[in-house]
C-alpha cells in the first residue's frame, strides 16, 4: 500500500482542489434547486429503504469479489475470498480518492502482488478481464441508452455530449480487449511508442539501460498479460459464470437506484431509470473529480426532468445514492488500506529479519 500512499500525498493538493471544486458543484446546484427543497425531500426519505439501499450495495461488492476469486482461480492461485474482498475495498479506496490516477486495475495487480506474490502482469490480467466481464452487459444497456437519449427532447448539445461518452467509453475498452486478444499487433505498437519517448526517458534517469532490455520486459509483460487475459475468458464455465454474475450486479444497481427514489415515495418508470442512470455511471468513469461529483448530479437533473421527476428529489435521490456507493465504500475502503498496509509493513519486517 506504500504505493497508493505516495500516490496521494504526491497528488494531496490536486486530490484537495477537486474535492473542493467537487463540493462547490454540489453546493451550487443545491442552492439554485432550493436547500429547503432538497433537505424536505431527505426528510421524507424512509431510512428503512436507505438501510436496505447499503445492503444492496454491499451485496454488489460481494458478488464482484466473486467473479474477481474466480477469475483468478483460473489463472493462478486466488486468495482467500475475504483476503479478496478487502483488496477489493482497498482498491476503491485509492480510486475514488485520486481523480486521473491509474485506475483501480492496476492497484488490484499491485495489492495481490504485495499480498499473494502473484505477478503483477498476471494480477493485471484478472482485473482487466474482470472488468471485461463487467463491460458486457455495459454495451448492451449503452447502445440502447443512446437510441434513447437521441429520441428525447432535450437539448442537441446534451444529445451529442452523452452519446460521445458512450461511444469513447465502448472504445477505450475496446482497445482493451483488442490489446490482450491480439498481443502482437500490441507489442509492436507498444515497442513503437517506447522506441519514439526511449531517447527523451533515458535523460531523466541514473540508471543505465538499453533499449533492447526494455523491448523485452515489454514482450514478457504483454505475453503474460495475453495469456492470463485469455486464459480467464476462454474457460467457458468461468466465462458464463462471470456473465451472469455481471448482470446480476447491474440488476442490483439498478434495483439500489430505484430503492433510493422509492425512499422518498417516488417510482420512476423503469425504462427511462434504468437508461438515465447507466450514463450516470459513465459520467462517473470520467477521471476530472472524484467519482464525477456535480457533474453526474447535473447530468441526472437534467435527464429525469425528461420524465417528470422534479430537480430536487433527483437530487436527494442521488445524495443518498453517493452515501451508499462512494462515501461508505471509501470509509471501508481507507480501513481496508491501512489494514493491508499494516501486513504488507509486517511481511516485510519478516523477511528482512530472517535474511538478516
Known sequence: ?????EVIRKHKWKILVTFALAAFLIFSITFIIGFDDVFNAL????????????????????????????????????????????????????????????????????????????????????STADRVFEFLPFVLISIIAALFVL???????????????????ILL????????????????????????????????????????????KIIFYINRFSTGFLTALKDRKVFLFAFILSFAMWGLDMLRMYVCFG??????????????YTIGILISLLPLLPGAWGIREATLIGLFAVVGVSADVVMAA?????????????????????????????????VTSSDS
Open 1 to 5: 500500500m506504500q504505493d497508493t500512499y
Open 43 to 126: 426528510e421524507k426519505a424512509k431510512w428503512e429503504w436507505v438501510l436496505f439501499n447499503l445492503i444492496l450495495e454491499l451485496g454488489i461488492n460481494v458478488v464482484w469479489a466473486a467473479r474477481w476469486k474466480m477469475i483468478i482461480d483460473v489463472v493462478d492461485k486466488s486468495p482467500k475470498f475475504s483476503t479478496l474482498t478487502i483488496m477489493l475495498f482497498a482498491s476503491l479506496f485509492g480510486n475514488n480518492v485520486t481523480p486521473s490516477a491509474a485506475g483501480g486495475e492496476p492497484l488490484r495487480a499491485y495489492l495481490l502482488k504485495e499480498v499473494e506474490d502473484t505477478p503483477f502482469e498476471i494480477g493485471f490480467a484478472t
Open 151 to 169: 429520441s428525447w427532447r432535450i437539448p442537441p448539445l446534451t444529445q451529442i455530449l452523452v452519446v460521445a461518452m458512450i461511444i469513447v467509453s
Open 173 to 216: 475498452f475496446g482497445i482493451l480487449i483488442y490489446a490482450g486478444l491480439r498481443k502482437e499487433i500490441t507489442q509492436r505498437i507498444i515497442i513503437s511508442i517506447a522506441k519514439s519517448i526511449y531517447p527523451t526517458a533515458i535523460r531523466f534517469t541514473r540508471k543505465e539501460i538499453s533499449f533492447s532490455e526494455i523491448r523485452e
Open 263 to 276: 425512499s422518498m415515495g417516488v417510482y420512476p418508470p423503469l425504462i427511462p431509470l434504468v437508461i438515465i
Open 318 to 350: 442521488s445524495l443518498i445514492d453517493r452515501l451508499a456507493s462512494y462515501v461508505i465504500p471509501t470509509i471501508i475502503g481507507a480501513i481496508a488500506a491501512l489494514y493491508i498496509g499494516r501486513k504488507v509493513k509486517n511481511r516485510s519486517f519478516k
